[in-house]
């Protein structure tokens, strides 16, 4: 199912196509019977603007240009306002969504300077709304929570809620559906005080598809029972009664609940097949595939052979529709299937094909799910440390507060009074600092995870890692290929996996730091050869470290120790314990490291070097502060190479 996709905006599209198509005609016509460049032109040329601004784009600019240039003319300041945001709209319909930001700029400055609120908040809503669709989260998160605080100071219910729900469409789209789903129900309950039944039967939608995604399919069919009614009784959109139907339909499949389910997605396949729909007429074809080769045998009334293949006919047009419509999610959701569906009736070799395919578009996907799974944890590290700072700060007021007002009532004549007060002062300011430096230091973790996270896995080692992946390809060779594709592959995955937690076991990370090395030598045609020895005292599976410790150590050690030689060489990692603390050592035989360059390898001086020294010291500090341990990170230069020493406290886990 697809998040049913509603950028709400104060002034929406309203009429139909042919309406608009209509009033275009009436206006044109005055237009060309008014050349005079007065106001009565200029009110002409935003009207018609406004008429052309979502399916005649390329006109509302050129017609927004002439308004823009006579409003300035005549130095009225609304109308242009109204130009600059009607041009920023069109730009926004042609999928221009930066320079549709840049004019709403232009109209919000405008509104501001008029003193017309309720304008200026549609602006930032429409920047916000730009913003979501360049899938920059954290500066659309920005806009609306302006245009939500604007919104409230002049008390413009509608744009608010028009705010709340873009809000909530971006925290699906960060797969934060806890807060999709408080801000989705704020936005249905200012919506249904407004009474716009068009907007509350898409959020029912949405929040529907939320609840699709937690599991909670009896949900799923009330809200879209609710949203149906809704649409037949006021809006009467085909699409939107296709949208219902679908959910619905997917739920009852979910719920096993096969003969209502076909119901549904039967209708909702001849509504999309009315609008020509491609990609929503491929999701319902695939749920239908879906029925007719996963449902028990004994829900159909025909032979096994036959009704997989009429699932392969329905799965083979929604995979084609699907393709037509490129959209990324649905064809790998497609093709998918399609090889489930393969595998099932019995076809191992087309089935392994359909999977590669699905592989290959879901893999450039999880690259996209990464990078929202980045900046959701950006986003969310923003928000925590805003979070403490304003909390401690507000303690300390209200603390000050209360202190002032006691010495106000207490302080006049009495002398012992006055000296306890002023102890007790002190110790209230002593635990206010205490409290506001421990909130400073969870927001310093927080920063400094994330710059870890991001540091775990250089760009240049994917980018070249994909290279690799080509050039096999390219050549022909299909074993190289897929043994360096599943090897990249496992390390993708217990490197994301890995960086969601603060400590994993030495097993699990010296697997992926392997797993690196045997990607990097292998992309380096052997040049280097590489061993790990851990002490027979240590249980590697129950002692726990920090993830990726040691991997920006490695690197270094391959690229700018070993690489240099002309010669192969050799890198070894080292696993002791040393009474309560483990010891982490790496060590090459590279062309090693200056004396005088350590000091600027750990504060991040060194050009030629990475910064994981210093985000590795910074993780230990850390660790000491909150462990209270004496952790600590050494680099010795020998002779030929160089030696990297970490010493943790020993951690088990139990």
Same mark, same amino acid.
């Given at each position: 199912m697809r998040y049913a996709v509603c950028l709400f905006c104060f002034i929406c599209a309203a009429l139909a196509c042919a309406g608009?198509?209509?009033?275009?005609?009436?206006? %044109? /016509?005055?237009?060309?019977?008014?050349? +005079?460049?007065?106001?009565?032109?200029?009110?002409?040329?935003?009207?018609? =603007?406004? $008429?052309?601004?979502?399916?005649?784009?390329?006109?509302?600019?050129?017609?927004?240009?002439?308004?823009i240039q006579l409003a300035q003319k005549l130095?009225?300041?609304?109308?242009?306002?109204?130009?600059?945001? %009607? /041009?920023?709209?069109?730009?926004?319909? +042609?999928?221009?969504?930066?320079?549709?930001?840049?004019?709403?700029?232009? =109209?919000? $400055?405008?509104?501001?300077?008029?003193?017309?609120?309720?304008?200026?908040?549609?602006?930032?809503?429409?920047?916000?709304?730009?913003y979501t669709s360049l899938a920059d989260y954290p500066q659309a998160l920005n806009y609306l929570q302006q245009a939500e605080k604007l919104a409230d100071e002049a008390n413009i219910k509608r744009i608010k809620a028009a705010v709340i729900c873009n809000t909530a469409l971006v925290y699906y789209f960060l797969s934060d559906y806890t807060k999709s789903l408080d801000y989705n129900q704020q936005g249905l309950m200012l919506f249904r005080e407004l009474g716009v039944t068009a907007s509350v039967a898409v959020i029912l939608n949405n929040i529907g598809d939320i609840y699709l995604k937690t599991g909670e399919y009896e949900k799923v069919i009330e809200l879209n029972r609710e949203a149906l009614q809704l649409n037949k009784i006021s809006v009467k959109s085909t699409k939107g009664d296709a949208n219902y139907y679908l959910a619905i339909g997917t739920a009852f499949r979910h719920l096993q609940r096969y003969d209502s389910a076909l119901a549904y997605l039967e209708r909702s396949l001849t509504m999309y097949r009315s609008l020509n729909a491609s990609n929503n007429v491929s999701l319902s074809l695939n749920e239908i595939a879906s029925i007719y080769a996963f449902a028990p045998d004994s829900f159909f009334n025909i032979p096994k052979k036959e009704r997989l293949n009429t699932a392969l006919f329905y799965q083979r047009e929604a995979l084609a529709l699907a393709k037509e419509a490129a959209t990324l999610d649905n064809l790998s959701n497609q093709w998918k299937t399609l090889s489930e569906i393969y595998e099932k009736a019995g076809n191992p070799d087309l089935a392994l094909l359909a999977y590669k395919s699905y592989f290959a578009i879901h893999d450039s996907i999880a690259g996209d799910k990464t990078r929202k799974e980045i900046t959701r944890k950006e986003v969310q590290a923003e928000a925590d440390k805003t979070a403490a700072v304003l909390k401690a700060q507000h303690i300390a007021e209200i603390k000050q507060q209360e202190t002032t007002r006691k010495a106000y009532l207490i302080g006049a004549g009495l002398i012992i009074v006055s000296s306890l007060l002023v102890f007790f002062l002190y110790l209230r300011r002593r635990n206010t600092k205490t409290k506001q430096v421990e909130a400073e230091l969870k927001a310093e973790i927080a920063d400094t995870q994330m710059k870890a996270l991001r540091s775990q896995m250089n760009p240049h080692f994917i980018y070249n890692s994909l290279n690799s992946i080509r050039y096999y390809n390219a050549q022909n060779n299909t074993k190289l290929t897929d043994e360096y594709l599943l090897r990249f592959s496992m390390l993708m995955r217990q490197v994301f996996e890995n960086s969601d937690h603060k400590k994993v076991s030495l097993a699990d990370d010296l697997n992926a730091l392997e797993l690196y090395m045997q990607i990097e030598a292998a992309r380096l045609d052997h040049k280097f050869d590489y061993e790990i020895n851990i002490d027979t005292e240590i249980d590697k599976e129950n002692t726990m470290i920090p993830p990726l410790l040691l991997q920006p150590f490695v690197e270094n050690s391959i690229w700018h120790g070993i690489s240099p030689k002309n010669e192969n060489g050799m890198i070894r990692v080292g696993i002791s314990r040393q009474s309560e603390m483990i010891r982490c050592t790496v060590e090459d035989d590279g062309v090693g490291i200056k004396k005088n360059n350590i000091e600027e390898c750990f504060e991040g001086r060194d050009k030629h070097r990475p910064s994981g020294f210093l985000i590795t010291q910074t993780r230990i500090n850390l660790m000491n502060k909150i462990q209270n341990s004496n952790a600590s990170l050494r680099l010795f230069p020998l002779n030929n190479g160089t030696r990297i020493e970490i010493t943790l406290p020993l951690e088990l886990n139990f």
């Open positions: 608009q198509a209509y009033i275009r005609d009436s206006l %044109l /016509r005055e237009l060309n019977n008014h050349p +005079k460049r007065d106001t009565v032109r200029l009110n002409v040329l935003i009207a018609m =603007a406004n $008429a052309c601004r979502y399916d005649s784009a390329e006109l509302g600019i050129k017609l927004t240009d002439e308004a130095n009225n300041m609304a109308n242009l306002g109204h130009a600059y945001h %009607l /041009r920023g709209v069109c730009h926004y319909t +042609k999928g221009e969504f930066q320079t549709d930001i840049e004019f709403q700029k232009k =109209a919000f $400055a405008v509104y501001m300077k008029v003193g017309d609120s309720v304008k200026a908040a549609n602006a930032l809503n429409r920047m916000g709304t730009a």
